[in-house]
């Protein structure tokens, strides 16, 4: 069975600093990874999508995500955070999503 | 905007009553998936429908059930609501039978009172 888990409820960044948020799978094959973003309100945006190749893939709004196949990992990451980035961050396997991640921008 | 539209925004009903959540694709989509999203059990997958047809079934209740129409167009049915139903339900669709290109509706927000 797939599952995924997102360590971190809550983080709260800088606006300008950089930004990781993880995500670690279960999944038997080659896994469909996706992270999704919300904001108050809102459904849910894709920003990036993973299926095979480079593990370093390139999403909107600046998000990158890179597949590590020896940790089980799919972490988001973005070089400068802006204020507009503050929203709930989802990782999902398939059908499957992460329990999501708020991102709090301070000033 | 995505294109996927969801009726209605907002649904306020009773306990043990019974609601219709409608869920139009993006044009040539034909994969629509239900989700239920609430505090306490986050985002989960219901059901997934192709073409028409039951395609994959996750955490649905037996008092729910879901159906996709000829133009592809699926209804989400709960019956018998209880106060734990209230949640924001999404609808996404995606072109081919995986979600490996999902685009997610606005979603309906059921308040059980």
């Known amino acids: 069975a797939q599952s995924v888990t997102q360590p971190d409820i809550h983080i709260t960044v800088s606006e300008g600093a950089s930004l990781e948020l993880r995500c670690n799978y279960s999944y038997g094959a080659t896994p469909y990874l996706f992270w999704y973003v919300q904001s108050p309100g809102q459904g849910l945006q894709l920003l990036l999508k993973y299926f095979s190749g480079d593990t370093l893939v390139q999403g909107i709004k600046g998000f990158e995500a890179e597949f590590k196949r020896s940790q089980s990992s799919f972490n988001l990451r973005k070089p400068s955070v802006h204020w507009s980035d503050a929203a709930e961050y989802f990782c999902?396997?398939?059908?499957?999503f992460g329990a999501g991640t708020t991102v709090t921008v301070r000033a | 905007d995505s294109g996927v539209t969801q009726t209605p925004k907002h649904l306020i009903t009773a306990t043990g009553q019974r609601v219709t959540l409608r869920c139009s694709p993006r044009?040539?989509?034909?994969?629509v998936y239900w989700y239920q999203q609430s505090l306490d059990q986050g985002l989960q997958f219901l059901i997934q429908y192709y073409n028409g047809e039951e395609r994959a079934k996750g955490n649905i209740l037996e008092r729910f059930s879901a159906q996709q129409f000829p133009d592809l167009h699926s209804e989400l049915n709960l019956s018998s609501l209880e106060l734990g139903d209230s949640a924001l339900y999404f609808c996404a669709s995606s072109p081919g039978d995986s979600p490996n290109e999902a685009f997610f509706g606005q979603g309906t927000r059921l308040t059980v009172v």
């Open positions: 044009s040539g989509d034909l994969s």
């Open positions: 999902a396997v398939g059908l499957s």
